[in-house]
């Protein structure tokens, strides 16, 4: 899987937008982003992926650099059930394991 | 829809005994991926199977392994139990149709602990 970086924590205020970056600078130009979140004690959820064009579904909106090189996946209203680690993944084309790094903790805060 | 099921949600175990946990796919799902998650870390890719088959494995002894049902439902089982096998072990299902995309749904996990 391409290489991902996130930061290992971040803070948003209920209510705001949070949005949450992803360097992928060895991303091939045919494989996808995806993001999930893994709220404490449940199995991992997930959000929403991407290939090059920006992509919003009623979770959250990513947004893809025109390299491809970097993401930002945001939450526009976040409330108190965001507070989760949100992970970054881009599998090898044609393999579907997923390769879990150590994800950004999204704290929100009332 | 049903979502993904897994059995038991919790067990606990002695070193040396051998543990079969359990999943039910999404319906309409027809490859099923584990991976067991240490406290305080990211889930580790066991192996998935796909029509029955293995189809890839992580880095796991062979004393790791499952088996896939005509009706996508799987396995896990683990024998000769040691201490460090005590984790979270997630089961997560997909539709495999030979594209590029695939989200994976997992279930709530079955937290073993080996005492």
């Known amino acids: 899987d391409a290489k991902t970086t996130q930061p290992p924590s971040m803070d948003c205020a209920e209510g705001r937008a949070a949005n949450l970056p992803c360097n992928h600078s060895?991303?091939?130009?045919?494989?996808?982003v995806y993001w999930y979140r893994q709220i404490h004690s449940q199995g991992p959820q997930y959000i929403i992926h991407?290939?090059?064009n920006n992509e919003t579904n009623e979770m959250a909106s990513l947004i893809i650099t025109e390299d491809r090189k970097s993401s930002t996946l945001i939450l526009p209203h976040a409330t108190l059930r965001d507070t989760a680690v949100y992970y970054c993944i881009v599998p090898r084309f044609g393999n579907e394991k997923l390769t879990f790094g150590t994800g950004t903790r999204l704290t929100i805060i009332p | 829809e049903t979502g993904v099921t897994q059995s038991p949600t919790h067990l606990i175990k002695t070193r040396g005994q051998q543990v079969t946990l359990r999943c039910s796919s999404q319906?309409?799902?027809?490859?099923v991926s584990w991976y067991q998650q240490a406290l305080g870390q990211g889930p580790q890719f066991i192996f998935q199977?796909?029509?029955?088959?293995?189809?890839g494995r992580g880095n796991f002894p062979p004393r790791f392994s499952g088996l896939q049902f005509p009706n996508y439902s799987s396995e896990l089982n683990v024998n000769a139990l040691e201490l460090d096998d005590s984790a979270l072990y997630l089961c997560?299902?997909?539709?495999?149709?030979?594209?590029?995309?695939?989200?994976?749904?997992f279930g709530p996990g079955t937290r073993l602990t080996v005492t």
């Open positions: 997560a299902s997909s539709y495999t149709s030979g594209g590029a995309e695939w989200e994976q749904y």
């Open positions: 991407g290939l090059k």
């Open positions: 199977y796909y029509r029955e088959e293995e189809n």
């Open positions: 319906s309409g799902h027809n490859t």
């Open positions: 060895t991303i091939s130009g045919n494989e996808y």
